[in-house]
């Protein structure tokens, strides 16, 4: 017999396996020794609104009954190495699944990356935080599974219309992720988990027949009146198919720079700018969690997620936390020299003994007129600026400037800075000299707001480090909404994050799975 229950359970009752079928069977009156009784939660999430922590649990019960597998084993991916081709510019989570979702409709993925495969990054990413040196080829935005790779992992969405996220979720378990993605409210897999994870997904790729070409730079396009018909790389090779997904991610700005060169419709879009902000994961658990302490055994990092809207010479802008990183770390996401970016990561267990957010202010193009001279790439180049001031006032190294958050709101440059997860290290400044005064008068107003809705945030045991920049492209790329082609050049499929459609990994996977969907059902012959 199978059945559903709800539970409303302690921290170890539902994360100690023995606690929990214990205390399943003690709420259904059945003797865990006269019955062969198995439960199994479905979904989970934590309740941290009273003074005692509880956690929603959905169960399935099996009772004298075999326990089935929670997903079906994937089927193998047929052979298309001898299929029409499409080409796929990108092998982040976009330009992946699309190269999966392409396989199943028996076409074969050209997938083009610029960057090193996932095992091979890690000496590039090595390299920028022990001795500054930036690879704009390879770092922590670009090479195998993109950004993602070296990130949280978190797998949550608010985008449900793109398509099926419990089958995204259901690919990643097939290639090596846990279970417990289907069953948590905020899913994630942790940055020392994805590479294998990509891995796997590379070699699924590999085995049905599709290529992946790593250290291989798109720098221009095959275009024929007005119809995409191909790439051309940096070594000269000209690769052609049925059509080009674009799936560059939001910090490729040469592919920006070159659809604005070639003529190609693109768009300036609006973003957020700010920092990141580091307390300690221990602070940040007892305003969330009540605790005294620490939060104990059972509950896992807690994290939060804060918004405010700010006035400022008139205008409202939103101030907000972005990709919040708990037990994590903050990391250099500079992709050239002379620039300074930070982001955020975690590992899979979430041990670090820092917990970081973004914490960004809307950008509207409003506030940019004196870029307008730019078109298209006016916020692009905004951000390129900031970026750029903040390198400087870093040293001109990936050192990056930091303040002590109360220092910062009364403009006082911090004595001296606390322990910080930021490897290359970090120097006292003034942020309001580095941050334009639209964002950092904000970042200030919400600072104090957040100290009113969580008690404990707004102090100087906390620090600002920057700048937290690539929240999202600065960039469009326009597509019909049914179709997802470009509106002018046909064939050309602008993806997910870097076309201004997508932000995180399962928003990213479903918009590349879409994508290659349209471009077969347009164009491969019947």
């Not at 439960?39 to 941290?48: L, P, T």
């Not at 400087?392 to 990056?400: E, F, K, M, R, Y």
């Not at 220092?407 to 490897?423: A, E, G, H, I």
């Amino acid at each position: 017999m199978k059945k559903e229950i709800q539970l409303q359970l302690t921290p170890q009752q539902a994360y100690d396996e023995e606690v929990f079928q214990q205390t399943v069977s003690k709420k259904l009156g059945v003797s865990l020794q006269d019955s062969k009784i198995q439960a199994r939660q479905i979904k989970r999430s934590i309740d941290a609104r009273g003074r005692q922590v509880k956690v929603n649990v959905t169960a399935e019960v099996f009772i004298d009954e075999q326990v089935p597998p929670m997903l079906d084993a994937s089927k193998p991916y047929q052979n298309v190495s001898n299929a029409e081709q499409i080409i796929i510019v990108g092998a982040g989570p976009a330009g992946m699944f699309a190269a999966l979702r392409a396989i199943e409709l028996g076409v074969k993925p050209i997938l083009i990356e610029r960057g090193s495969d996932v095992r091979a990054r890690r000496r590039d990413l090595a390299a920028i935080n022990k001795d500054h040196i930036v690879n704009p080829e390879s770092n922590y935005c670009f090479g195998e599974g993109g950004a993602g790779t070296y990130s949280d992992g978190k797998l949550y969405t608010r985008s449900k219309k793109r398509g099926d996220i419990r089958r995204i979720m259901e690919i990643f378990v097939a290639h090596g992720a846990t279970e417990e993605i289907l069953v948590d409210a905020h899913p994630h897999i942790g940055t020392n988990k994805l590479p294998k994870i990509v891995t796997e997904l590379r070699e699924s790729i590999i085995r049905a027949g599709g290529e992946v070409l790593f250290n291989t730079k798109v720098v221009d396009f095959i275009l024929e009146d007005n119809e995409m018909k191909g790439v051309v790389t940096h070594g000269g090779e000209r690769i052609l198919g049925l059509g080009v997904i674009l799936a560059t991610g939001h910090s490729a700005r040469d592919i920006y720079h070159l659809l604005h060169q070639k003529k190609i419709l693109i768009e300036a879009k609006p973003f957020a700018l700010g920092v990141r902000i580091e307390h300690s994961q221990n602070l940040i658990d007892k305003i969330q969690y009540h605790c005294e302490v620490d939060r104990g055994p059972y509950l896992p990092a807690s994290s939060y997620s804060l918004v405010h809207q700010s006035k400022f010479k008139g205008q409202q802008r939103g101030v907000f936390s972005f990709c919040m990183c708990p037990g994590g770390f903050i990391v250099p996401s500079a992709t050239a020299p002379g620039e300074l970016v930070v982001n955020g990561m975690s590992p899979s267990r979430r041990d670090s003994k820092f917990a970081n957010s973004g914490i960004v202010v809307s950008v509207e193009l409003e506030d940019l007129p004196q870029y307008a001279k730019h078109g298209p790439l006016a916020a692009m180049m905004f951000q390129a600026e900031v970026e750029k001031k903040a390198w400087i006032a870093g040293g001109s190294t990936q050192t990056a400037p930091a303040q002590r958050m109360v220092d910062f709101v009364n403009r006082k440059q911090s004595q001296s800075l606390l322990d910080t997860s930021y490897q290359p290290g970090l120097n006292s400044v003034n942020m309001h000299e580095v941050l334009p005064d639209f964002i950092s008068n904000r970042l200030a107003d919400g600072f104090r707001a957040f100290g009113n809705k969580m008690k404990g945030y707004f102090t100087n045991e906390s620090q600002l480090i920057g700048v937290e920049s690539r929240t999202s492209s600065p960039v469009r790329i326009p597509r019909d909404k049914e179709s997802f082609e470009h509106p002018i050049v046909k064939r050309l499929y602008p993806c997910a994050e870097g076309a201004g459609y997508a932000g995180g990994i399962v928003s990213a996977a479903m918009d590349g799975e879409r994508c290659a969907e349209r471009l077969i059902g347009e164009y491969l012959k019947k």
